[in-house]
Structure formats: structure tokens, C-alpha cells
């Protein structure tokens, strides 16, 4: 790096500030897209979130303190248990670590900011949306009462009327958009925007695990969604895909649930295991032990986790050779995890370990996990397991993995994070007490539950009767567990103290060796003053000036002449420099375009289908304001970098962000189409008499006007890329519309999806056309009206198009293929 | 371990009529045993590693220099003693589930139970002409298939001094294998959630011996 005269630090950021502030007063907060505004938004609502699911809990205890209590009846109890459940696991512990990410990754890769601000800020308030429309209901007395896992069909119409089971479908379903919008931001961010020279194998170890977490939320909850879908059709339309009397399958639902819902436990403990080896070598002075073995355990469990969801569903009746494979897969997910724990063993023996707080909860976090993963490994043995699913010991097993492996680790981050975030340091020492009050009352609890449990108490009852020995196993959990609230309580309010309160301090007050303490503390909005230059995985060991190097902008893009947001696009293996990003400023687009989103999840649980359309049309509206205003004006060429080195602009290149956004999100696409072909098949294998003979026709029509039309979509962007004029977007139209009359086939030939789950399933295959149909022509009507105002098609533009439009079109075919091919066969 | 379970049956009260750890059948006896071996090795499992965190956060190595005994702490501790443990528990579980199936045998009694919110209909092969409601009887000392299913949503039958549970899933029939080595009368329960009357779903299994039984199915319940 070059040296510059003193007096450069505060110039650069007296410019940087102008630059990346958010719009001044309330305001601020609504049109901000800034990783650390967002990050701490969310933060903050997700710890809201915690607080109500606390309190929830609390009533659980409350009621089952004693038998035969007369606390709350057993349509309350129904919502209240359902509720802990649906609050923890997806609006505090899912949204909790994604706040983390937001506010931390920019810092780690040493990059300014998030790869999609405005697409963190967009996740942040439909989150904010759906989950208060969820709490509001449960003010309300509307909540779902049928348990997290909402099986049908006791969550179908029949058995549960009223809105409850909606409010769980489409809220949580909101919620999962949101997620997914955040997983596509944090995958593109950690492949390409990191510091200059931070490899693959330099980047630190918590963005390797959020990289497999971000990929495990784009291939876990589409499933989920699916599900969500499939349900809330039948609940509404009377789509029956889970009446056994009309073709369908309540066991579907669950495949799809926990095909879902198991990865959803190590996308929740993952990132906590990243925040432990990113601590655990800082308390440790020392570094990591076997960083490329963790990462591969991190990746390995994330691969693992996919394949052992049907041991929730062991007493289902699968065949006997089906659960061998299971149970196999269920006890081999535990080796990874081994290698992890005794890498950090491993590392602590190494180094010499200081008893700061967060290390405290850390052994917390080895004392708790340990053992909910030896339970897990019980559970995972077949006949054990039929014994005690669906009992108080699963109960217990579940609440040590979560809050072993994923509340303890998490508040050892918060107070290790705390400095960078707040800027303040620790001042009052309620902490330490609070530990001591959390984790042995946490054992003494849910030990007690676990025998409950063996004792056969099942879980979900809302009382019980003496003389089975729960008496006293009740009573001791539910005051321990009062003791543990308590204590969380503390905790809260520890960190709420010390952050309006505590000391201001120095940076990288723990010594630690990754990019993020070489910003200054608190955290500026634009991070680094220049993107820092490094050359191996503990930069700041390495060289401890970096920090006074970067903010004297000695590192690239430390040139503010150009007067926007910038920051560097790196090769995805090496970490060259590639290009420069230019950032979108403070909007109130986002905020908007959740709004709209939101809207048009939540206006069908007042019927309001109109309300519905109204909002989807805002959200086309938006969504092409959106896209229209952050295109670039004009050409740019090459600019300056600094040192010497001349990048392009990262629009004008052939793989512009959105088109790597793009890409990941048809990932999940993809996995919830693939979802949907599961759901035929399985129903066609599983169901009797699947479908009735009489409704296979032969119909290869469709088929081959798929194929055209698949055909032309998908040569218009590829003819774009070497040929200007109309001529590629009208081909991709007439592709469009022959794939669009392909579809049409299916409501044409069987015009009620009511009557079968056959009916229905095809007609959500035409569904899936018909959208991504409507997607490709709205992008092309965006890429004329571009042409019309005399901005000629960008190479990168016409290769993003061409995903969607290879995927509309691969899908598309596939889709009508499975259709109608099998009725030509039959 | 068995002193254990001596101590858990006191803490459990006078009976513990759904305990698990209070078996009464060849399958649950079996589960029961799995789980004492399970908890025993778990516990040695557990101070071996809380015994290495608490040697690792004693020690003050000397210099930096020394080895940081990868070897030992990833490929010994981490990757191959789970494997060893794991792939013993795994085939050792999987046998015994193997042997609590549903076989064909001479004297295997059939029952149905057909679950509702909330009661539970019991039929039987023998007496096609019998039915009872919420009682299940069988005979004492012989195995007994229960062919389960159910009217509306998932429910599960489970007699936890007996056998593990299986779910009662609307269009399908699961069968789980039962037995009641010496007369007289198992608590059961669903262990499903299934609404509201989800706590009262429960059921009684009577065990006849076998004038009982004949008797029974001649006669009906007394």
C-alpha cells in the first residue's frame, strides 16, 4: 500500500460519512438500506420477538406447574404452546442470526456493505410485517392451535375452522420470503464481495458457515412453501391434496414439513457453531485448530442435514429397511459434530484460555450441547424412539440443542460483538450473575422434563393427573424455569445497560485477528474507509497498522471524487479485483415494496382476495420502479480503482450482481419445483388408485407447443447477446405465449382441481408455468419500455433475462411433460 | 442399573401406569433396556469430553512452539470415535427393532383400532361380530397384532408399558406387534396431538387369560 499525508483519515471520513448516511431524523430508520442500520433494526425486533416467546414459555410452565390446573383451559393452552413454538423458530431464532449476518459479514470480508442493500432492507420489513400481523392475531384470539408442525388434517378446514391455521400459513410463509431474500443477499455477498486478496481459504470461518446456511435457507424452506401452499389452496379452494377420500395424503404434508423442518435445526445451529469458532480461538489467544476440517464438517452436516428428516417420522408406519437408512443418516450427522467440538476442544488446549464473559457462555454452550446431542443420537435408534416421540422427553431433547447450541453461543456473540456494534464496552456486571442464574437452572428444568418424559408424559397435554409420578418433576421444572427467565431477563437487560451506558473504549479491544475490529468502534456506516489489501487468514495479526492503513485509504476505492456508494467485487476463488459495485442510495422502495408484499400474504386472511391482486399489482409496479431507477444512466468504461488498477463498473460486465442473485434464487426456485414433482410422485406412488384410470388421456398437444414455446424463449436472450433490434425480445414473447397456451391445457382439460388430487396437483404444475410465464413477460415488457427510452440492452441485462427465461422454460417443459407424457404411456 | 431404575420407579409414585421404565411387555422391556445401555455409555461419553474442556482450560502451555496434536484431536477424538460408537449403536438398534416387527407365528392374535377425536373402536379377527369402545382386550401371553387407523386426523396408539408407539393415520393401516406376558390391565394413550379433547383420548388394554379370553370372545365384554 502506498503512503498518504497525515490528515487523509479524517478527510476520507468526513466524505465517506456524507456519502453513506442515512436520510436525517425518523426518516432515517424507514429509508435506510445500511447493513448496520438494518442489522440492528433487526436485531432489535428479533429480541423483541425472544421476549414474547419467553413469556409464552413462561405460561406453559405456569400451567403445568401443578396438576389439574385451572390456569388455562386447553383452547388457550393450544394456542399458547403453538405460538412458543411458531415465535422461537421463526421470528426470533432464524431472524436473530440473520441480523447478525447483516450487521457483521460487511465487517468480516472486509467489504462496505451487503451485496443487495435494498434487498436486506426489503427482508427486514416484510419480517416486521408478517410477524407482527402474526402476534397481533395471537392478541387477538385468533392464533393457530394445532402445534408448530400443523399436520393435517386436523389443520385442514374441517377440523380447524377459522383463521388460526391461515394466520401460521401465510405469515410464516411471508417470513420464509423474507428469509430467502436475506439467504440470496448473504451467498452473493460472501462469493464476491470481500477484501482484496481474501481467498476462499482466508475468508474468516463464520462466513464459510453462513455461506452453507444461506444455501441450506435457499434449499430447506422452499419445501416448506410448498407445503404452505398445498395446504392454505386446500383450506381455502378445497384442493385436496391431504383428504384421503379425494386422492390425497396427510403423510405428504410431513414429508414436506421435515424435509423442511430437520435442515431448519442445523440452519439454527450452524451459525452459532460459526459465532463459537470465530470466539472460542480469540478467548483462547490462539487460532483456530483445523480450519479446513470444520469447514468441511460445516458443509458435511449442511449436505447430512437433508437426509434424515423422516426420523420425525419414525412411528409413521415407513417400512422397516426405510428407517435403517434413516436412523443411519440420523446417528451419522453426529460425526461432524464431533469434529467441530473437538476442534474447539482442541483449539482451547492449544491456547490459553481468558474466563471473559463470553467464554463463559461458551462452556455453557459445551456443558448443554453435549448432552442434547447425546439425546439426539438416542433418539436416533429406532425402537427408543418410538417410545418417546411425541413425549416430554423430545421436549427436553429439543430445548438442549436450541438453547445449548444456539441461545448460549448467540449471547456469547452479543457481548463479544458488543463493542463493535455499540462502541461501548462492559461496565455493570449483571452479566456474570445471570449466567450463573441461566444455565444450572436451564438443566435443572429440562432434565426433570426428560423424565417426565420417560415417565410417559406426552407433550402438548394441557393437564394431567396425579399419580404418575409428574407431580413433583412439573413442579421442580416449572420453578427452575422461572429461574432461567429470570436470568434471560438479566441478560437483556445487561446488554440494554451497558450499550446506553457502558465505557467507550479502544478498537479490538480482544485482540482478535479478523477484519472486522480494524473498523473503527462503533462501526461507521461505511465501514472501511478503503477496501483493505490482505494477504492471509489473520490480517490483523499480520500486520497490526492495518487498521490506521485502511483509514488513511491505503487500501482500493479510498477515491470519493465519483460521489457514491462503492465498494470492491472480487473473484469468487482468489479474491482478485474484478470490479466495482456501485450501491443503491436510501430509498423508501423497500419499505414500500414490503408493504405491497405483505399486503398481499396477509389480505386473504380477511377473504380480501381483491386487496390481494391490488397489492401484487403494486408490487409489479414497484418492483420495475425499482429495478428502472438503480440501472445505470450511462456507460462508464473503466474507472479508477486506485492502485493503478482500471475496473469495470460492475453493471456493464457480463455477470452484473443481479444476474449472480438471479442464479441463486432460481436455486430455490428450482428446489420448490422439484418439491412439487415430489408431491406428484409421491401421491401417484403412495395413494390408491392414483390417478383413476379414466383420467389419463393421452395428450401430446401441449407437450409439443411446450417444447416450441420453451425453444423460443430460451434462443431470445442468447440471440440478444450478438444481434441488436426487436428481433430477440419478440421471439422470447412468442415463446412466452405458446408456453402460456401449453398451460392452458390443463384447467381446459380438467376444469375442476377440486374433485381429485390429481386435478389439483396439475393444476398448481400450470400454476408454476403461469407464473414464471407472467415473470418473463414482465421482465420483457421492462427490457422494451428500456429500449423505447433509448438505453440499448446491456450484455449483463440480456444474460439475467436468460436465466429466468431458461428456467421458465426448463421447468416449463418439464412441468407439461409430467402432465400429459404419462397418459400417452398408459 | 438397576438400583437406578429402583430409584426412578420411587420417584415415579406407586405405579407409574405409563412409564416407560416400568415394562410390562417383551417390547417395551427391550426398549427399556436399550435405554439404560444408551444412558450409561452417554454418561461416560459426556465426562470424557467435559473431562478434555476442563484439562484444556486448565493448561497454561508453556511455548508456542509446541505440537497442536491435530492427529489425535480431529482424526482420533473427532471422526473416528463416533464412527466406531455410532456404527455399533446403529446396528445394535436396528436388530432389535428388527426383532420387535410384526412376524408371521401360530398363535398371533389380530385386533383393529380405529382412532377418533376422541375415543378409540376396537374390533377383533376372531369375533368379527365383536366391538368395544376405548377397552382393548387381549389374551395374556401371546402376541397380538393391532391393525391401526383412522377416522379423521393423525392420531397414535401407544400403551407404554407394552411397546413403543404407531401413528393412526387416516387412509392407511399401520400394524404394531403387542404382548402382555400375565393378565391384567395397560394403560394407553394417543400420543398424537389431535385438538382440543387431545388429553382425555385415552384408552385401557384388559389381558384375559385364556378361559377369559375365550370367554370374551363367546360372550362379549363381561
Redesign the interface.
Known amino acids: 500500500m502506498t503512503t498518504r499525508p497525515r490528515g487523509t483519515a479524517l478527510r476520507l471520513h468526513r466524505e465517506l460519512k456524507r456519502i453513506w448516511s442515512p436520510d436525517p431524523r425518523f426518516r432515517g430508520w424507514l429509508t435506510t438500506n445500511n447493513n448496520n442500520d438494518v442489522g440492528r433494526l433487526f436485531l432489535a425486533v428479533a429480541t423483541l420477538f425472544f421476549l414474547i416467546g419467553g413469556v409464552l414459555a413462561m405460561l406453559i410452565r405456569a400451567q403445568l406447574a401443578t396438576p389439574g390446573s385451572a390456569f388455562m383451559g ?2 388457550a393452552y ?1 394456542q399458547v404452546f403453538t405460538m412458543h413454538g411458531t415465535v422461537m423458530m421463526f421470528l426470533f431464532a432464524i431472524p436473530f442470526f440473520e441480523a447478525l449476518a447483516v450487521l457483521l459479514l460487511p465487517g468480516m470480508l472486509g467489504t462496505r456493505d451487503l451485496a443487495f442493500p435494498r434487498l436486506g432492507a426489503f427482508g427486514l420489513w416484510v419480517y416486521i410485517f408478517g410477524g407482527s400481523a402474526v402476534i397481533v392475531a395471537m392478541l387477538m384470539g385468533l392464533s393457530p ?3 408448530w408442525f400443523m ?4 389443520s385442514s378446514a374441517a ?1 380447524s375452522p377459522g383463521i388460526g391455521a391461515d394466520v401460521w400459513l401465510l405469515g410464516i410463509t411471508s417470513i420464509e420470503v423474507s428469509a430467502i431474500a436475506t439467504a440470496v443477499e448473504i451467498v452473493v455477498t460472501v462469493l464476491r464481495y470481500r477484501a482484496a486478496g481474501m481467498s476462499l481459504s482466508r475468508m474468516p470461518i463464520f462466513a464459510w458457515y453462513i455461506l452453507v446456511v444461506a444455501v441450506m435457507i435457499l434449499t430447506a424452506f422452499p419445501p416448506m412453501i410448498l407445503g404452505s401452499l398445498l395446504l392454505e389452496t386446500e383450506r381455502a379452494f378445497g384442493l385436496p391434496f391431504f383428504q ?1 377420500e379425494n386422492g390425497g ?3 405428504l404434508w410431513q414429508h414436506l414439513f421435515w424435509l423442511f423442518g430437520h435442515p431448519e435445526v442445523y440452519i439454527i445451529f450452524l451459525p452459532a457453531a460459526g459465532m463459537i469458532a470465530t470466539i472460542l480461538p480469540v478467548m483462547a489467544r490462539t487460532t483456530l ?2 480450519y479446513g ?1 470444520v469447514v468441511a464438517s460445516a458443509v458435511s452436516l449442511g449436505v447430512l442435514s437433508f437426509g434424515l428428516w423422516v426420523h420425525h417420522m419414525f ?3 415407513i417400512p ?1 429397511l426405510g ?2 437408512f434413516f ?2 443418516a440420523s ?2 450427522v ?2 461432524p459434530t ?6 474447539w ?2 483449539t ?6 481468558r474466563m471473559e464473559l463470553p467464554m463463559l457462555w461458551l ?1 455453557g454452550f ?2 448443554t450441547f ?2 442434547g446431542g ?2 439426539g ?2 433418539i ?12 416430554h422427553f423430545v421436549v427436553a431433547h429439543l430445548h438442549y440443542v436450541l438453547i445449548g447450541g444456539y441461545v448460549f453461543p448467540m449471547i456469547a456473540a452479543i457481548y463479544y460483538f458488543q463493542p463493535l456494534i455499540t462502541g461501548r464496552f462492559r461496565f455493570f456486571r449483571l452479566g456474570g450473575i445471570a449466567f450463573w442464574l441461566v444455565v444450572p437452572a436451564f438443566h435443572v428444568t429440562f432434565l426433570a422434563v426428560h ?1 417426565a418424559g ?11 393427573d396425579e ?3 409428574w ?3 412439573n413442579f421442580i421444572a416449572s420453578v427452575a424455569s422461572f429461574v432461567m427467565a429470570i436470568g434471560f431477563a438479566l441478560v437483556v437487560l445487561d446488554i440494554a445497560i451497558n450499550t446506553l451506558a457502558g465505557l467507550r473504549g479502544r478498537r479490538n479491544p480482544w485482540q482478535a485477528t479478523t477484519l472486522e475490529w480494524a473498523a473503527p468502534i462503533p462501526s461507521p456506516t461505511y465501514g472501511f474507509a478503503s477496501i483493505p489489501i490482505i494477504g492471509s487468514r489473520y490480517p490483523l495479526r499480520d500486520d497490526p497498522k492495518l487498521d490506521l492503513r485502511i483509514a488513511r485509504g491505503e487500501g482500493y476505492l479510498a477515491d470519493t471524487s465519483r460521489d457514491r456508494r462503492e465498494t470492491l467485487i472480487v473473484s469468487t476463488a482468489k479474491g482478485e479485483p474484478l470490479q466495482v459495485a456501485v450501491l443503491p442510495m436510501n430509498s423508501p422502495l423497500p419499505i414500500l415494496l414490503a408493504l405491497c408484499t405483505s399486503a398481499s400474504f396477509l389480505a386473504p386472511l380477511i377473504k380480501a382476495y381483491w386487496l390481494s391482486v391490488v397489492a401484487l399489482i403494486g408490487v409489479v409496479i414497484l418492483a420495475l420502479i425499482w429495478a428502472w431507477t438503480t440501472a445505470p444512466r450511462r456507460t462508464e468504461g473503466l474507472v479508477d480503482a486506485g492502485h493503478g488498477r482500471h475496473l469495470p463498473v460492475a453493471a456493464e460486465g457480463a455477470d452484473p450482481p443481479g444476474w449472480w442473485g438471479s442464479l441463486f434464487l432460481l436455486v430455490a426456485d428450482g428446489v420448490h419445483f422439484g418439491a412439487l414433482l415430489f408431491g406428484y410422485a409421491f401421491l401417484w406412488t403412495v ?2 388408485n392414483w390417478p383413476p384410470p379414466a383420467y389419463l388421456r393421452p395428450d401430446l398437444l401441449p407437450v409439443a407447443l411446450a417444447l416450441a414455446g420453451a425453444a423460443a424463449l430460451a434462443a431470445g436472450p442468447r440471440l440478444a447477446a450478438w444481434r441488436e433490434g426487436h428481433g430477440p425480445l419478440l421471439l422470447s414473447l412468442l415463446g412466452c405465449l405458446a408456453l402460456a397456451a401449453a398451460a392452458a391445457s390443463i384447467p381446459l382439460a380438467r376444469p375442476t382441481p377440486t374433485a381429485h388430487a390429481y386435478d389439483a396437483t396439475l393444476w398448481l404444475l400450470a400454476g408454476h408455468v403461469g407464473l414464471h410465464v407472467t415473470l418473463s413477460l414482465i421482465m420483457l415488457t421492462y427490457l422494451g419500455l428500456r429500449r423505447l427510452a433509448g438505453h440499448p440492452l446491456r450484455l449483463g441485462e440480456a444474460r439475467t433475462f436468460g436465466l429466468w427465461a431458461d428456467y421458465t422454460a426448463g421447468t416449463g417443459l418439464v412441468a407439461l411433460a409430467a402432465a400429459w407424457l404419462p397418459g400417452a404411456f398408459a | 442399573m438397576m438400583a437406578c431404575g429402583a430409584t ?1 420407579q420411587l ?11 416400568h415394562p410390562a411387555g417383551p ?2 422391556a ?2 427399556a433396556e ?2 439404560w445401555i ?1 444412558l450409561a455409555g ?1 454418561v461416560a ?2 465426562a470424557l ?2 473431562g ?2 476442563t ?3 486448565l ?3 508453556d511455548s508456542p512452539g ?1 505440537p ?3 492427529g ?3 482424526w482420533t ?3 473416528a ?3 466406531i460408537v ?1 456404527a455399533a ?2 446396528v ?3 436388530k ?3 426383532r ?2 410384526p412376524r408371521e407365528g401360530p398363535d398371533v392374535v389380530t385386533v383393529t383400532a380405529e382412532a377418533r ?1 376422541w375415543a378409540w373402536s376396537f374390533g377383533y379377527a376372531d369375533a368379527p361380530d365383536l366391538a368395544t369402545e376405548d377397552i382393548l382386550h387381549i389374551p395374556a401371553g401371546r402376541p397380538v397384532d393391532v391393525r391401526i387407523t383412522s377416522l ?3 392420531h ?1 396408539f401407544w400403551v ?1 408399558r407394552l ?5 393412526a ?4 393401516v ?2 404394531l406387534r403387542i404382548e402382555a406376558p400375565v393378565p391384567g390391565t395397560y394403560a394407553g ?1 394417543s ?9 382425555g383420548h385415552v384408552f385401557t388394554v384388559q389381558a384375559h387369560d385364556p378361559a377369559a379370553w375365550d370367554q370374551f370372545l363367546a360372550e362379549g365384554a363381561p
Open positions: 386447553p383452547e393450544n392451535d394445532g402445534g399436520y393435517p388434517p386436523l377440523f384421503v395424503d396427510p403423510l485448530l483445523g476440517w412411528t409413521t408406519g422397516h428407517l435403517a436412523s443411519a446417528t451419522l453426529a460425526v464431533s469434529v467441530m467440538i473437538f476442534s476442544i482442541g482451547l488446549w492449544k491456547g490459553r484460555v462452556l459445551f456443558a453435549v448432552i447425546l439425546t443420537v438416542m436416533a435408534v429406532v425402537p427408543f424412539n418410538w417410545q418417546v416421540h411425541d413425549t423424565l420417560l415417565l410417559g408424559q406426552r407433550r402438548r397435554i394441557w393437564t394431567y399419580g404418575q409420578g407431580e413433583l418433576l395413494a390408491p | 426412578l420417584l415415579a409414585g406407586c405405579q407409574g401406569q405409563l412409564s416407560t421404565l417390547a417395551a427391550t426398549i436399550i435405554w444408551m452417554s461419553i459426556l469430553v467435559m478434555l474442556l484439562a484444556a482450560l493448561r497454561r502451555p509446541e497442536e496434536r491435530a489425535l484431536w480431529l477424538l473427532g471422526l470415535f463416533p464412527l455410532l449403536l446403529t445394535y438398534g436396528l432389535i427393532g428388527e420387535l416387527l377425536q379423521d386426523v393423525v397414535s407404554p411397546a413403543g408407539k404407531l401413528d393415520l387416516p387412509g392407511h399401520n400394524i394413550q400420543a398424537e396431538f389431535s385438538g382440543p379433547g387431545y388429553l
